[in-house]
Structures are given as structure tokens and as C-alpha cells.
């Protein structure tokens, strides 16, 4: 197999695994390609929710042929027992020649354990091909499993004027395909995010509505400080069939610890009622990077505000700042968080330097006096965010920049 002809069929196993981004819960969408002399016999993805793994679907598909044959796959062979046994050892039984790997796995229990079993069994292994795309692929994965906090995009739709809208005020900038796009990046994301601001202003029901997307909503959040969060919202009064999480972030005093045993760093807590019990999730991490996960029957607040969310279903976490938060949501098991708005919100996450790719649409309309300027234009970028795709979608531009970790 030629140089050419190896980064060819990576590349396929790459974009194969783009189909099931943001549906397979916890675990990363890899893509596996399976080639015999010449010819693909055998091409998967991993399943939604996450199991069966990649490279079993394509060995089932590939039957006797996959014997001698050589396998890309985009993240290392798991070398686990979880639902089902190791792929590594799937590929050893199934007799390939050679594995060719996009990224080695950061998770702990494969971490190169993968590419052992291959290499004891006398398979040919070759790791990081592609390596960049694949980093770009396996983004939201990586950046929990490594960062521990989820990959943040930050949409942006602004108008000629780089402007956002106007105070208080619905002012439509995009069309009905840019918005449509909304809902492939939602459905793409285990969490939303927005401000209160925007949930009084629109009442957003901030779920996927887009025919044969996805049968499940990402994980709404609402930076909601004072928990202000209206009950007769679409969001709270929806939140027992999509979760709904208030997040009251500068509600723990930056010197927070919560518990004695942790140390600082990290600190959050949670809180859910299920049933009649109310629950305190504790998660801190402390400087050395030791995570605490403490569940616990919380004490019930007397904050009349604050019961009735959690009584109507609404889970709430308060917080220290941004980066407590997206760690805590990294413990909830979000990998991808899709922040939509509004303004205060998209410069929060700015000046806390905490957002990973921007999508700005541009839409041909002029607000002109009084309007709301966005933090960020298509044509005022900062550096550090590199111009990676441009789309049109009707009368509307959407820029796409990212920053790599
Ligand atoms: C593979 N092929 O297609 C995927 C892998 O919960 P489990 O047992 O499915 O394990 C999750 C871990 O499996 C995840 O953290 C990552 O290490 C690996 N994902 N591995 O061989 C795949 N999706
Ligand atoms: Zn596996």
C-alpha cells in the first residue's frame, strides 16, 4: 500500500466518522475501513449510544476477508472489556496484517494497551497518520478525556454592521437555511448553552427540530445567576423530557471548598431531586489533577426559587466561575458544549478564554443606531482563531474559525 493510498482511505475513515459526531454519548464517533487488494470490504462507524465499537461492525462486515488485510481506524483499538470484548483483540482473532491508527487513545484503560496486544500478535501497527485531521475529528472526545472540559463553540449571527440585534428587541439576521444549520450544530452537541436574557427574551424551546436528525436533544444549560428561570418557560416545562440545567455561576464564593477533605482547584456542586430525594453532587479537582465525586442527600434550601425548579425538574449547579462549570459538565459527561447566546454571554466565555471554534453567520441586513455590537465580526478576529471553512446558506454567510489544544 502506497503512502498516498494510506492517508486516502484514513481520510474516508475520518469522514465516516463525522456521521454519528455528537451521538454516541460518552464515547468518541470513530471511523474504521477495512481494505483487501485494493478494495474496501469492510467500512463502520461506532454505533449511536456509543456501542458496538467501530472496527467489530466492520470486521462483521468484512467476514473471512478481513484475514491479511489492513485496517485504518481513527482513534487506537480499545484494549477494555466493556459492554463487549477489546476490539485489539477482535482485529488479533480476525487475522488483519496491519493497523493503520489516526490517534492514539488518551482514555486510561487503552492508552497504548491497544497497540500492545496488536504488536504481540505480530500485527504491523502504525500510529498518527492524519494526525491533525483527526485531532480535529475527535475534538470534543479528546479535549474532555484530556482537558477535562467540554470543546466550546460559540454561534454568533450578526449583521452587515456587525451588530447582534437590538436591546430588547427581535431583530431576525438570518434566514431559514442559516437556521436550519443551528440545529445540525445542535444536534451535533451534547449541551446548549444561553443566558436568562435570552430565555425571557424568546422563550427557546432550544431542542433539535430537524426531520430523521436525532431522536434526543442535546443537554440544555442556562446561565441563570440569581435562578430567575421562569417555571411556565418552554424549558422548565419541558425539562422532565430533555434535561434542563440551571447553571448559577459566582453562587460559591470564589474560595469555595466543597468539602473539607478536597483540596482546591476545581469545585462545584450539584444539585437533583429524583423522586423525593434530594441530591448534593460534590465534584472538585484538586491542583494536582485528583478528581472527587461525591454523592450525598443534600440539605433542602429554604430559597423558595430554587425548590420549585428542582420540584419541576430542573437540575441546578452552582458554581465557582466558567471553568468550574465546564469541568463539572465534563463529570455530567458533556464533550461538546454549543453556546448560542446572547451577547453577555458570548464575552463571558471570551474573557474567560474558554471557547475553542467560533461560527459566525452574516446575514445582508443593516442595523445601524442602537444596536448591539457583537464581541466578535467575520472581518475582526483575534489571531489565535484561524479561518477554517466558509459556508453560504441562502442570502447568509457562515464563517467557521477554531483554535487547536
Ligand atoms: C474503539 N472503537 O469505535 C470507540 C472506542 O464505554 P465503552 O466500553 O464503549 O468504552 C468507551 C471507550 O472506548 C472510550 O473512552 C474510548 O476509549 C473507546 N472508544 N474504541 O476501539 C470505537 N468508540
Ligand atoms: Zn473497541
Redesign the pocket.
Known sequence: MSAAEDARYMAAALRLSLWHEGQ?E?????G?VIVRDGAIVGAAV?AVG??P???TQALAIAGEKARGATVYVT?E??A?Y??TPP?ANALVAAGVGRVVICLV?P?P??AGH?IAILKEAGIKVETGLLESQGRRALAAYLSRQVRKRPYVTLKLAVSLDGMLGRRGEEVSITGPLARAQVHVLRAESDAILVGIGTVRCDDPELTVRLPGMRDRSPVRIILDRRLELPLDSNLVRSARVVPVIAASVGALPATAQPSSSMGKGRASVSFCRCGEEQKHIYVAQDVTGQTWNETEAAPISDDPARNALLDAGVHIIDARDLADLLYTLTEHGISSLFVEGGAAVARAFLDADLVDRVIVSQGPVTIGEGGLESPLTPSDMPEKFRPVRKDMFGPDSSYEFERGF
Not at 460518552?26 to 470513530?30: A, G, I, K, M, Y
Request: with cysteine; glycine share 12%.
Open positions: 454516541t460518552t464515547n468518541p464517533s470513530v474504521c461506532t456509543g456501542r465499537h467501530a472496527e482513534l483499538p480499545c477494555h466493556g459492554r476490539c487513545d482514555d484503560r487503552v491497544g
